[in-house]
């Protein structure tokens, strides 16, 4: 690794090493072509547009669409969600290139806030509680490279999370005032990173016995991500804040997995099955033999991606299709309900990748023009209890 990458290869760094990694739209590589920001111009429509779905007058509807790309900006991303705030990122229609802002969209109507400045260019906010929010971008502070971010309370101004003694970093959650992402060492191996608000106050997840570690999850006193063993394979690792705690929650059957999303007793992720190595949506709940493989009859492969501790979002690609469905797996029989189809026609792609106590979901969408929508789908029937 050296400075001066940018986040696009930052992300495609993460696929050298051999991990299926977020990337900027909290999607692995297999949905990244389709998802590719595209330097036409386009400007997304103006403030907040509400869709109805298909079938509508079906009284078994349960969600609204909601169109979140913001006006002045050609392409948007939504990547977390915590109550009314959704966090996430952006490209201005009038800017050449493809250079990234981070997007909070906030209140009732989610009105949409650019928090970036002069401190940083190519950024994006990857997580947000309460009134923090984290992300990274590439600091111009020294050298330009990639650097975790931390926002409070919609100031523009933000703290760099950046470790002594690491060349980048990606701040990727928040829970509790803590911080969860990673960072590269100076050989240019990454570890998953735990930081209490600031750069001097971090810990270094990496397992003894792991190559190297991303974290992407946090809850409380709990971490999610995954790591490279010294044989070779990506297993999914639980942590309780310290890199001894660390549990590798590789499943049998599963010759690798990945953790990306955890809230109360879950996480959630995906794994490569044998004999095909084809990639399944994964729920844990603590320990690798309580894993329960999700994907879907139809669906030749999918992933779990974020959950609120009852339901479980991520996408599933359809046995006679090549697009990605947004997928939400409910609380009760782990019933699936595929959300692609409540977007209007003319979308080819699309993933959730947060979900809210309320139900609310949210990820982005691919339109017939290869340009990129935020998407809340909006939760309007039924009733769920979450666990304590």
Known sequence: MKPGISLALFAAANVALGVTCHGLSGSSPALAP?????????????????????????SSVEYQVVDLSPAGYRQSCAVGIFGDRIVGWAIPAAQQGNLHHPMLWSGAEHKPTDLSSSTFIDSAGYGVAYTQTVGCGVSLASDPCTHAFLWNSDSEKS????????????????????????GLIPTGVPHALLWNSSAQNVVDLNPKLFLWSFAYGIWGNSEAGYGKTVGGDTHAL?????????????PRKFVQSWAVGICRNQEVGYGEILPDRSVHALLW??????????NPKGFLQSAAIATNGAMQVGRG?????????????????????????????????SQAVGIDDAGNIVGD????????????????????????
């Open 365 to 388: 969408a691919v339109d017939s023009q290869h340009h990129m929508h935020t998407i809340e789908w909006v939760f309007q029937a039924g009733n769920f209890t979450l666990p304590e």
């Open 238 to 250: 639980l942590w309780r804040s310290t890199p001894q705690s660390a549990m590798d929650l590789n």
């Open 34 to 58: 389709s998802q590719s920001p595209n330097s036409s111009g386009h400007a997304a429509s103006g403030g907040s547009s509400r869709f109805e779905p298909f079938n509508s007058h079906d």
């Open 317 to 349: 690609m359809p046995v006679d299709s090549e697009n990605w469905h947004a997928l939400i797996w409910g609380s009760q029989a782990f019933i699936i309900t595929d959300l692609s189809q409540y977007l209007p026609k003319g979308f080819t792609n």
């Open 285 to 294: 709940t603590g320990t690798p033999a309580s894993c329960i493989d999700l």
């Open 159 to 182: 703290i760099d999370l950046n470790p002594p003694g690491f060349i980048m970093s990606a701040a990727e959650g928040v829970s509790g005032g803590k911080q969860i992402g990673y």
